[in-house]
């Protein structure tokens, strides 16, 4: 259904994008840990591309990079044929208009002390779209309508008078005022209950389809990620190691860690006896990247083999839009 | 029983009217969302409300009534027959205090036991729960998240009490520690035969570790019954709505849809069901008399007036 919306044009194209952190800064020595690691992916106008992975993978990291919330050390971020990375002021301002983020947490990205209009209306304001008071109110009340509100009673309320849905709603529809091409969506639901969920995601799907929006979605869950997403690309330690179709990706994982992640996501019927015995032991220690050769995976791969060890995969096109980081990958269509 | 809090706006009861029993050896999940009333039941067994909370009616455990007991009665009542892995509780270490070291102590402060005897019972407990015994002297911040999850059911277990109630063990890991903590605590009530009453949001988490789950909507329950039963056929509307509010990975790719509206205010419940509001087979007799649980099924309790309608027609 959303497939045909989809082009193959690309809305934001990311390159060799890296994201280091100094942890520490000293005279003689600068340790820094990289975050996001040479990353280089692309979103397709009107897809919705998951990114899944655990916590410290670089998800966040990464979406946070793309709207410049954080600067990259390396690498380009290509946004209609610009590189954005070097922007600055006038240029970031205009940017930011067309890429814009939802965040995990709707407690803490609206401000307390402004009504749910003025929040809804402040960026307009700010970006200078609608001059004339009348019409930009009128919109206001519009978005927070196409937000599933009732904008009479919510449009005077503030933050705290409202509920984890409807402060998520409202930030959707503050996003929506400035007419984004892309929106970046950090867990936009995980705060919420389960039953008030798939209302956000629903809604975030109509605006997708009337709107024609693109978006990055970053979820920990598989579930919620193939309800949502064209593509998934999976992260682990900084680097995407799969990328592929929705479907293609959870019924054909061809890296091992994806594999892992599908295996884990609970209530799948393995209650059983058949792994009662292996109760695991858990003695890691924190394995620091840099105490780690070849591929990053290769201390926890049930696969691993000699060439794991000594060279890092890239990520490649295995087949035709499956791609994957690793020197043996799992399930592929021609494999003997 | 019920538990009412004492609010500005007037008394609010998280959980209201609430009868339940669990049989030895058993893991109960108590799922529900946020301000259902899950956790307030399961610290009213320990009594570790808060002053602003009243708790009526009974609450037995091997025929003794835990709401009876005194001060004194109650300190030796809590973690050696009922311990709590609370919410969080693996953030909850001291940081500079070796792990060990914080079991050491709590074994010291509820059994007359020497020190070095509760070293003994430490590592034990350490090798139980699958972490290196050498690793007693380690601090928090040199365990990974999973380790330290381990470590705070090592604490619950310290004094081999009969039933462990654990608050959202698993919400804050990953999915692969995830399942690596719930085969743990499999085994741990299979070779201990300890009981369970394992409380969390995420009804999925629940197919792999419960043997009944009682789904709670706005201080009551909606549902009991054994777990197999309540996935394959929940017969409470919310339980339904709930289970079909989850996108899976297997199956078909359906449309999910949302519960419209949202839970009820505790200070002035709906008349009647207090689902129904929210409820698409909403009928007459829903807003005006509230429903009790009556069995619906084989060991399947339901508190919905159109259930029990259906099950009176075909009999």
Known sequence: ???????????????????????????????????????????????????????????????????????????????????????????????????????????????????????????????????????????????????????????????????????????????????????????????????????????????????????LFITHDLGLARYFCDRIGVMYRGRVVELAATEDLLHRPMHPYTKLLIDSVPGRGQNGADEEGKVTADSSRPVKMDQISGCRFNPRCEYAQEKCREIEPDLVEIEPDHLAACHFPLNRAHSV | MTVEYATERGPLRAVDDVSLEMKEGEVLGLAGESGCGKSTLAFSVLRILPKTAKTFGSLELDGENILKMDDSEIRRFRWKSVSLVPQGSMNAFDPVIPIGAQIVEAIKTHEDVNTTEAWQTTRKLFTLLGIPEDRVKNYAHEFSGGMRQRAAIAMALALDPKLVILDEPTTALDVVVQKQILALLRHLQKTLHISFIFITHDLSVLADIATRIAVMYAGRIVEIGPQEQLFSNPRHPYSKALISAIPTIDGPKSETKAIPGIPPDLISPPNGCRFNPRCPFVFEKCKQVEPVLEEVGSNVEAACHLLTMVRDRSS
Request: charge should be positive; proline fraction near 4%; glycine fraction near 6%.
């Open chain 1, 1 to 215: 259904m959303t497939a045909d919306l989809s082009s193959d044009k690309d809305i934001l194209e990311i390159k060799n994008l890296s994201v280091n952190f100094v942890t520490s800064a000293g005279i003689l020595k600068r340790n820094s840990v990289r975050a996001v690691d040479n990353v280089t992916l692309s979103i397709r106008k009107g897809e919705s591309l998951g990114i899944v992975g655990e916590s410290g993978s670089g998800k966040t990291t990464l979406a946070r990079s793309i709207v410049r919330l954080i600067r990259p050390t390396s690498g380009q971020i290509i946004f209609d044929g610009q590189d954005i990375v070097d922007f600055y002021s006038r240029s970031l301002k205009e940017y930011r208009r067309r890429v814009q983020m939802i965040f995990q947490d709707p407690y803490e990205s609206l401000n307390p002390r402004s009504r749910a209009g003025d929040a809804v209306e402040e960026p307009m304001m700010i970006h200078g779209l609608i001059r004339d008071k009348k019409l930009r109110k009128d919109r206001v009340f519009e978005l927070l309508r196409l937000a599933g509100l009732n904008p009479s009673t919510v449009a005077r309320k503030y933050p705290h008078e409202l509920s984890g849905g409807e402060r998520q709603r409202i930030s959707l529809a503050r996003a929506l005022s400035l007419s984004p091409d892309l929106l970046i969506a950090d867990e936009p639901v995980s705060m919420l209950d389960v039953s008030i969920r798939i209302g956000i995601i629903n809604l975030m799907l109509d605006l997708k389809r009337t709107f024609n929006l693109s978006y």
